[in-house]
């Protein structure tokens, strides 16, 4: 893989910032580092601004610690808390007006494809629930059918969260919020099956939890749709603020809903990726 797009060009080494210069030398780039090696390398997200015990800012720092090739990546954002954060990622990334996410991720991949036919270049969506599984449904979805190579990481932290706390799809049946106070009338939406009954070849369920668990996910779902079709994860991200708990509870909160079947965590693979997954995993690689 080419990294010198990440490298200084001679005689820019003493001009370029401090952050920068610092990311060339001590980031992950080309490295193969993962979140095994978190703690020894310099993170690709730092100082963002999202609330103290964010699920969502957690489950962002353990998936850019994962992706398999960071310099050769571009994330496309869009509205909601993830997008506050985006400036202080030190990886590609576009934001695409609210709900548009996938729509953006189609015309890049195929550009990007035209554009560098010899390299690898991965394209992974980050959205809220909200972004996804509302707004942005009809997108996702026809994305999925037409078999786009990329990854959709949906951050579901139950709720419009960025605008103080409306329910969404993916919010519980009974959940109360700041401007849902009767409580939802409707139950989840169960989008990983339709993504799978829409065609993905990947879709899992997870939550920060267990950090290599997540990291494991993250690199099945870029890879399979490097070479098989679309993947999906939904990452359960407890939001402290809108849901009313102490900052430090939220993995507690994850770990209690795992337990007791509110949040269950799961993986489905198309027979195909499923061949694909076991031939590399039995490779060692
Ligand atoms: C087209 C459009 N509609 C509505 C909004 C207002 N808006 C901004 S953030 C947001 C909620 C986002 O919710 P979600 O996707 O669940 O992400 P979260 O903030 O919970 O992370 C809304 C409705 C907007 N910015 N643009
Ligand atoms: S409102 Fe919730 S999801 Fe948004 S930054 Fe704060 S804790 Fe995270």
Redesign the pocket.
């Known amino acids: 893989m080419n990294t010198s797009i990440v490298k200084i060009s001679p005689g820019f080494e003493e001009i370029m910032p401090k952050d920068y210069q610092d990311l060339v030398k001590n980031g992950p780039y080309g490295k193969g580092l993962g979140i095994d090696d978190l703690g020894t390398f310099k993170e690709l997200i730092e100082e963002h601004p999202l609330c103290a015990g964010c699920g ?1 800012a957690l489950s962002q720092r353990l998936i850019l610690a994962s992706l398999p090739a960071p310099e050769d990546t571009v994330i496309v954002g ?5 997008s506050l954060s985006f400036a202080q990622v030190a990886i590609q990334n576009i934001h695409s ?3 548009n996410q996938n729509a953006v991720a189609t015309g890049l991949k195929r550009a990007l494809k035209i554009r560098f036919p010899e390299k690898t270049k991965d394209v992974v969506v980050m ?6 599984a ?2 942005g449904l009809g997108m996702v979805m026809h994305s999925w059918f037409r078999g786009e190579k990329f990854t959709t990481i949906m ?1 579901d ?1 139950e ?5 103080g706390g ?1 329910e ?1 799809g ?1 919010s519980q049946k009974g959940a109360v919020l700041n401007m849902a106070p009767l409580g939802k009338k409707f139950p989840k939406l169960s989008l990983p099956e339709i993504a799978r009954d829409a065609g993905c070849a990947y879709a899992a369920v997870v939550t920060p939890a267990k950090p290599k668990r997540l990291g494991k996910m993250v690199e099945y779902a870029v890879l399979i749709a490097r070479r098989i079709g679309p993947t999906y994860i939904q990452i359960y991200c407890p ?1 402290p603020t809108n849901y009313k708990f102490k900052s430090s509870e939220t993995l507690k909160i994850a770990k209690e809903k795992e337990k007791d079947g509110s949040y269950p965590t799961r993986e489905y693979f198309s027979p195909e990726a499923d061949e694909f997954i076991k031939k590399l995993e039995g490779s060692g690689k």
């Not at 869009?78 to 993830?82: H, L, P």
């Not at 709720?159 to 605008?163: G, H, V």
């Open positions: 969502l869009t509205t909601g808390c993830s007006i609210f709900g959205s809220g629930d909200g972004g996804t509302d707004i951050f932290n709720a419009y969260a960025n605008t409306q969404s993916m939001c």
